[in-house]
């Protein structure tokens, strides 16, 4: 159970301090040798010890709202820092998640080697890919499986399902949202004026109309 251990420790340790590097340098001297000596020097069990402190440190720094990665992260994308804390949270722990399940545990046991554990990692990544994720732009807006199944039980909700819409309209026009809305009020504009010319050419027209049968009216016999 070291490597487990390893990780799970390192990934509370970088979420609390919101460093991977910093954990990273707590983490090797304190924990390395003396797993080295626990295990009776299994090459197998240091390796995968390693490789835990390594994964946890990233996937804690990741998820924590402290971390400058975070913080970029939600400067970037001009959205709250809670908010983008709490979108990514599900991402993370699911790849924390299998990371215990296929690497850490079953190299730990001995069950294979810390090799053919990265390849069951991305095994299990690569059918989330496939069977739950979304395309960013798809023609129903939908989101993956999990983000589906939270608007299912969340009361503020109402940013999303716009966010529906607007992924529909960008498929639909195959340009940025942004775009495609200012075109769409441009037509609009356009519509609005073509509109306000015809009518004032056909009220010139019925006027020129009134002038003539007025001076035809007006004309001696």
């Avoid at 009020?185 to 049968?213: F, L, P, Q, W, Y």
Wanted: charged content about 15%; overall charge negative.
């Amino acid at each position: 159970m070291l490597p487990t251990l390893s990780f799970i420790i390192a990934m509370i340790i970088a979420f609390a301090t919101g460093t991977s590097w910093g954990t990273m340098t707590i983490m090797f001297p304190l924990v390395l040798v003396p797993s080295y000596e626990a295990s009776g020097g299994n090459a197998n069990i240091f390796y995968g010890v390693t490789a835990g402190i390594l994964a946890g440190a990233v996937a804690g720094d990741h998820a924590s709202p402290i971390s400058d990665t975070t913080i970029l992260a939600s400067m970037a994308s001009e959205c709250t820092l809670l908010n983008h804390v709490k979108t990514q949270a599900p991402y993370a722990l699911l790849v924390a998640l299998w990371s215990v399940l296929v690497g850490t545990i079953p190299s730990g046991r001995g069950a294979y080697s810390s090799g053919i554990a990265a390849l069951m990692g991305f095994v299990a990544m690569l059918f989330h890919v496939v069977f739950t994720a979304e395309f960013a732009i798809n023609k129903t807006g939908r989101y993956d499986i999990f983000t589906e199944i939270y608007l299912r039980f969340a009361r503020e909700k109402d940013e999303l399902l716009q966010l529906k819409e607007d992924v529909k309209i960008a498929y639909e026009t195959g340009e940025p949202v942004e775009m495609a809305l200012k075109k769409s009020i441009t037509h609009e504009d356009t519509k609005d004026v073509s509109m306000s010319k015809t009518v004032v050419i056909d009220r010139i027209g019925v006027t020129e109309t009134n002038r003539s049968a007025t001076a035809h009216e007006c004309v001696p016999i």
